[in-house]
């Protein structure tokens, strides 16, 4: 074996996710080139060329799909459900392999498997995966987060289980060499794939076979452990164009007294760095309260920081309601079969949301420009991560 054909299977070996004493034949045969096999045991030099009709084509030979052909064992199989804790839940390694295989590996085994019959890929699982994520999310922040306005409860449940969350908890899971996909280009019909959007599905899939093997309420508690259970900054996701404006609807709509700003502390007002530090009030009741080297900035912030409090008001833990706690923790229809489901007091929804917040990129508000619903809309500014 030549050189270049050593460096082919040394790739290849890398590129497995499998031991190579597990593979049937390594070096493949593919990466074994005849042509290069006989010049390199072939001795003599070679004064005239041969003619075009006698050349054979090179045979190339691409590491990374013969990588992606090869089946995880099922001792990795057994440790990754072991490690994430699914191992009573998940008995058979199938079930696990087939969650770490993308649909977009099956135009590979079409194209140097035909024989063979076609992997399970979990296309469906992720989709059902994807919808339970989105279940449980979505009640989780608004049961915790009451007033938290829609536009930033849609930036927060993607936070917890969006894309690149769901790519990052793959990685945490180990699940990066079990993984089998091929990367996809970008067609009319069909967006690239790549490799975080591949790690994306095996959480989504994963969380698709817990609903189907076991439960609803179990699906939701391997949310809660693996996704929900993470801090997400919502402070950076609301921010306010007008403050002052959007704090004095709201203390109306509140049928609160007026807010009134007062200076707190000062320091170095004749110098040339001053620091103001302005409260808000509502009668006796103070709202918040913001620093800056100004008084309009300090205001700014006060007014700023006074709805924040407002708007990311959290329930505690103890006290947290999710519809989904009715539903039976058995299998079967959830609608019709009998559990140990709790009981479940829906909270009162809160007031409609503040008309005044950023959303545009100009930051310039043109009266009787646009209607109200779209208005409503853009009341905060928004950050997907």
Avoid at 160 to 174: H, L
């Amino acid at each position: 074996m030549g050189h270049a054909t050593r460096r082919l299977a040394s790739a290849a070996a890398r590129l497995a996710t499998v031991p190579v004493s597990h593979v049937k034949v390594f070096p493949p045969k593919e990466a074994i080139s005849a042509t290069a096999a006989a010049a390199s045991s072939s001795k003599r030099l070679v004064t005239k060329r041969p003619p075009p009709s006698t050349v054979q084509q090179p045979t190339f030979f691409d590491t990374e799909v013969w990588a992606n052909l090869q089946s995880p064992t099922p001792t990795a199989l057994s440790a990754f459900a072991h490690r994430i804790g699914l191992a009573s839940t998940l008995k058979s390694p199938n079930l696990i392999e087939q969650a770490c295989t993308h649909p977009s590996v099956i135009p590979l085994y079409e194209k140097y498997r035909p024989s063979n019959a076609l992997p399970a890929t979990n296309g469906n699982l992720a989709a059902l995966g994807n919808a339970l994520l989105g279940l449980f999310a979505t009640e989780f922040v608004n049961a915790t987060y009451p007033h938290l306005p829609t536009r930033v409860l849609k930036a927060a449940v993607s936070a917890y289980v969006g894309d690149t969350s769901c790519a990052y908890i793959a990685k945490e899971m180990g699940a990066t060499p079990l993984l089998r996909w091929h990367r996809l280009p970008n067609t009319p019909t069909r967006p690239a794939v790549l490799h975080a959007d591949a790690m994306s599905s095996i959480p989504r899939a994963l969380t698709g076979l817990v609903y189907q093997e076991h439960s609803l309420l179990g699906a939701r508690s391997f949310v809660h452990k693996f996704f929900l259970s993470r801090d997400i900054d919502l402070r950076s996701m609301i921010k306010f164009r007008d403050p002052k404006l959007a704090l004095q609807e709201t203390v109306n709509k509140y049928g609160r007294e007026r807010p009134v700003s007062r200076l707190l502390k000062e320091t170095g007002r004749f110098s040339n760095s001053p620091v103001f530090v302005v409260g808000i009030y509502s009668g006796a009741d103070k709202l918040g309260e913001g620093f800056g080297s100004s008084l309009k900035m300090a205001e700014f912030r006060a007014a700023e920081d006074s709805l924040l409090r407002l708007y990311l008001t959290r329930q505690p833990p103890q006290t947290v309601q999710l519809p989904s706690s009715t539903f039976p923790d058995t299998l079967g229809d959830v609608f019709q079969s009998q559990g140990s489901g709790s009981s479940y007091t829906p909270g009162q929804m809160s007031d409609a949301e503040v008309l005044y917040g950023s959303a545009g990129r100009t930051g310039i508000r043109v009266p009787g420009a646009r209607s109200l619903a779209a208005a409503e809309e853009d009341n905060v500014d928004q950050i997907t991560i």
